[in-house]
């Protein structure tokens, strides 16, 4: 109860930001790890929050060590710390990721998304995706969950970026209901990408 205040609280402060006026649900977090093990390696969590998602990691044996949590709010940042000592915690902007390195030269094998993706504008989306991605094996992917009725990443940029996108499952027992995309690479070129031409001519590099 207390955690769900905590973040009621938090989406007061900033609805944009949150999106959700309650923390992800156990079906949720279930199905959005449901793909990762101890043998994925490496995971990086963007957007933890109050760690619904981090603790459904845990028990699917992914060690704390493995876990790099990325947040942007300094309430939830300073739990997880608290909670996780073991794992690296950043009170950052997910958008600057390509700018840290998480674990000693070491690349992810999945990055797990409780970011609002629907609520960002297109140069930020696109900054998160290309750091994500570099982040990763070649291999790794990218899941994120959404509100919405299909995924949170259009198809022209996924296209552009060299992406795909397939929907893994629904968590209807969620509040709201919700569903889980798989995003990975249709192809190399990812790494060696440093523009993304569009109408607004986003600059990611």
């Not at 101890?38 to 933890?48: A, F, K, Q, W």
């Not at 950052?92 to 999945?110: E, K, P």
């Not at 959404?146 to 509040?175: K, Q, S, W």
Request: charged letters at 20%.
């Amino acid at each position: 109860m207390a955690e769900t205040f905590g973040f009621f609280q938090a989406w007061l402060k900033n609805p944009l930001r949150v999106a959700a006026i309650a923390p992800s649900g156990r079906a949720l977090a279930s199905l959005i790890t449901s793909e990762t093990s101890h043998d994925t390696g490496p995971v990086i969590e963007l957007g933890p929050g109050t760690g619904a998602f981090t603790r459904a990691l845990i028990a699917r044996g992914v060690r704390q060590e493995d876990l790099a949590l990325i947040e942007f709010g300094s309430e939830f940042a300073a739990a997880l710390q608290f909670h996780y000592p073991r794992a690296r915690t950043l009170c950052m902007d997910a958008a600057r990721l390509r700018t840290v390195d998480l674990f000693d030269g070491r690349s992810a094998g999945a990055v797990v998304s409780g970011l609002p993706l629907l609520s960002m504008p297109p140069r930020k989306v696109i900054a998160i995706l290309i750091g994500a991605f570099r982040k990763m094996e070649p291999d790794g992917a990218l899941y994120q969950f959404t509100y919405g009725p299909r995924c949170p990443v259009p198809p022209r940029l996924l296209d552009h970026l060299g992406l795909e996108a397939e929907r893994i499952g629904g968590a209807f027992a969620n509040l709201p209901p919700a569903a889980v995309y798989r995003i990975r690479r249709t192809h190399p070129p990812l790494s060696t990408l440093s523009r993304f031409s569009s109408r607004q001519h986003v600059l990611v590099e």
